[in-house]
């Protein structure tokens, strides 16, 4: 088995090309081994800033020999009239490289039994490495010199060597060798005699080409640096990653600024040195500290200009950031509602103000819903949640909305709960981060949502592909997490119905005739349950999906199938979770019968007077003790329970009697049960 080291050495790559290069690579070495037919063992993808690199270990030495079977013409065209091959057969044989007496006639038709010789793997290598490497896709691609092929960034080196020889290929401008380049600032031409050896080599170099360990080593040492001063570094995993991704050889350098910029709000200061500069912020005991992490790339003792440009950079970004902090503050935030006005939600849904009012409006008859008798905290949210969008701060970082708006309703005396409200209305403000924890913020962010979701599919601009440019799938899965983590008892249809209702009717055209029929179209189609379903099946599906991790998806439609379940998502839950410890064949077997028998509705109702098999009596007793309906759990066990009686009625019963009246009573019985079993679920989904 061979070891084959392919590196790709370039000028500074986008950091946010590495990941999806370090994927694209992986998948497309595999694919071109496996349609080899090629062995291999593994492969292994490094990335840093200047070098994509591939090593695929287990390698075999060529491919295998395979043997094909090739159709030629019909008998009556490959031979003549004397039984000799016509000139089509002898075609036939020589187009395929064999001797006439090597074929043979099967169902008629000639055919040939062809040997396809192996390729060995430094030609097949030769053959398709600089394809491969040349179908990386990504943004940005670009020219260089005169060449018309496009990549990330030049290439400058290559190195191509299969154990320890070289197999030469050529991509774009660059012929490859054995030879790489360490650090900017080490040893720069590096002889790689064997893939084992680049890790290492690499290393001794300066250049971590592993990107899980330089990770690792970047966490390592902001913690190592951190506790020198007793303190904990802060970052995220997309700061983490960035860099990650923009050093080879990471080192920290400790900077200072004044503590003076700790007076500004802690999101603020965070976000600047964290996504503006890719600092890592410290904090003790809690608290924000005034020193920051820079990871360099550099290699040496000399950290002093270094550290001084860091601290340039981060005083000017900070200085901007109170200059505006003090413009802003100058009134209240109740003051910048107004300017909302000028600021565009959506096209034909009018202005964020517009949007405002409706929160409030929303905001209202949620907290009705969920029986709170004061909901002036949570009104007054939904009234200055948006107020910050018109304000500098948030103009410059507008990252930071709602967290802004938080510190400047403080600043303007607001009590805390409204406060809390405003910034956590954004939450979550992804898949896995917080939800609100108060209920102003619930609340609010379960309204503004609403609003986004109904807003775009009114005006027909629902999602397609995977793209979600509005945050409309952002949104319908904030507005689940939030109810869920909350177990808020909301109905989520008559708030769609609410909001639908509630959102501006966009007047255009060229008369008013024509503007007249635009707005009645848009009035007719919200009001005729279209666009209603629309988002009813939009965030089902993303319920479905965000729960299909921890439940089984036929349960989970099967839940959602029988009752609607945004009209209590925790009762759906509820109902989820015990059809998850269904374990009873029987009962599906049965359910599913009866809605085999059942498939036009039964207007009949029972009499039982016109019974005459005592099964029937006896189920029909048994299907009214089922009627535990705040108890899920009791009532799927009743089911379970009266499941024997279900079978004997099916087998001493012919539901589809000659008598009409006797067959119309049988199946209004089973109408009955089928009542039973809907409450639950749709156990057909199963």
């Known amino acids: 088995m061979s070891k084959y080291l392919l590196e790709i050495g370039t000028e500074e790559l986008p950091y946010r090309f590495i990941p999806s290069a370090i994927s694209q690579l992986e998948k497309l070495f595999k694919d071109f081994l496996n349609d080899n037919k090629v062995g291999f063992s593994d492969i292994k993808v490094y990335a840093t800033p200047r070098r994509l690199a591939v090593i695929v270990d287990g390698l075999e030495k060529a491919s295998p020999d395979e043997e094909k079977i090739v159709r030629g013409p019909i008998k ?22 064999v001797s006439p007496d090597d074929l043979y006639l099967e169902n008629d038709y000639l055919h040939a039994r062809i040997l396809i010789k192996g390729k060995s793997i430094v030609e097949l290598l030769q053959e398709n490495v600089p394809s491969l490497v040349l179908k990386l896709q990504g943004s940005h691609f670009m020219r260089w010199g005169d060449n018309e092929q496009k990549f990330s960034r030049p290439i400058r080196w290559i190195v191509s060597i299969l154990d320890g020889d070289e197999v030469k290929i050529k991509i774009i401008d660059r012929e490859s ?12 031409n590096v002889i790689i005699g064997h893939p084992d050896d680049y890790v290492e080599l690499m290393r001794n ?27 904990e570094p802060y970052y995220t995993q997309d700061l983490l990653d960035e860099v990650t991704y923009i050093t080879e050889y990471p080192v920290p350098a400790v900077c200072d600024f004044s503590d003076e910029y700790l007076k500004l709000p802690e999101e603020l200061v965070v976000t600047v040195m964290a996504v503006h500069q890719r600092y890592f912020a410290l904090y003790k005991v809690g608290k924000l500290i005034n020193k920051f992490i820079t990871m360099t790339n550099y290699l040496g003792d000399e950290f002093e200009n270094i550290k001084a440009g860091n601290v340039r950079v ?32 959506q096209k034909g849904m009018g202005s964020m103000y517009d949007k405002a009012q409706r929160l409030v409006s929303l905001s ?32 410059e970082f507008t990252e930071l909305q709602g967290y ?3 510190d400047y309703a403080r600043v303007s005396g607001e009590i805390n709960t409204v406060c ?23 609340v609010v962010g379960i309204a503004d949502k609403i609003d986004t979701i109904c807003a775009v599919f009114a005006e027909g601009k629902k999602p397609t592909g995977s793209s979600d440019p509005l945050g409309v799938r952002r949104a319908a899965l904030g507005i689940i997490r939030t109810i869920l983590a909350g177990n ?4 989520l249809t008559k708030l769609i119905d609410e909001t639908l209702l509630n959102l501006p009717v966009q007047f255009e055209g060229s008369s008013f005739v024509d503007k007249f029929k635009k707005a009645a179209g848009d009035c007719a189609r919200r009001i005729s349950g279209d666009v209603t379903e629309e988002i009813y099946e939009f965030i089902i599906q993303r319920l479905i999906i965000y729960l299909s991790d921890k439940y089984d998806k036929n349960v989970l439609e099967a839940c959602a199938s029988n009752r609607n379940p945004l009209e209590n998502l925790p009762d759906y839950i509820e109902r989820v979770k015990v059809i998850s410890t269904l374990d009873c064949p029987q009962l599906l077997e049965s359910a599913n019968r009866v809605a085999r028998l059942l498939k036009e509705p039964v207007s009949a109702q029972v009499n039982k007077s016109l019974f005459n098999v005592p099964a029937e009596n006896m189920l029909y007793e048994q299907i009214n003790t089922v009627d535990a309906k705040d108890d899920y759990s009791k009532y799927l066990s009743q089911l379970v329970e009266i499941n024997p009686s279900v079978e004997k009625f099916f087998n001493d019963v012919l539901v589809m009697d000659k008598d009409e009246k006797v067959k119309q009573n049988r199946l209004a019985l089973l109408g009955l049960l089928k009542q039973k079993y809907d409450y639950i679920c749709d156990f057909s989904k199963l």
């Open 420 to 442: 809390e409200g405003i910034k956590e209305h954004y939450f979550p403000l992804n898949a896995e981060s917080e939800t609100a924890k108060g209920i102003e913020g619930q």
């Open 76 to 97: 009556k065209v490959a031979y003549d009239e004397n039984g000799n091959l016509s000139k089509a057969g002898l075609g036939f044989a020589s187009k395929n490289g």
């Open 177 to 188: 060798s054995n030879v790489s380049r360490g650090h900017r600032f080490a040893q720069q």
């Open 364 to 395: 209202r008859t949620i907290a009705k819903q969920l029986g709170i008798a004061d909901s002036r905290t949570i009104e007054r949210t939904a009234l200055l949640c948006k107020a910050d969008l018109t304000t500098n701060l948030v103009f």
């Open 205 to 231: 170099c300066c250049v971590i080409v592993d990107q899980n360990e330089r990770r690792q080593r970047i966490v390592d040492k902001a913690h190592e640096e951190a506790a020198k001063y007793d303190a």
């Open 314 to 345: 981060i005083k000017a970004r900070l200085d901007d950031a109170v200059f505006f902090f003090n413009e802003d503050t100058r009134k209240p935030l109740e003051d910048y509602v107004e300017d909302l006005k000028g600021i565009t939600f």
């Open 404 to 406: 802004i708006g938080a």
């Open 488 to 491: 808020l008892n909301i109905d």
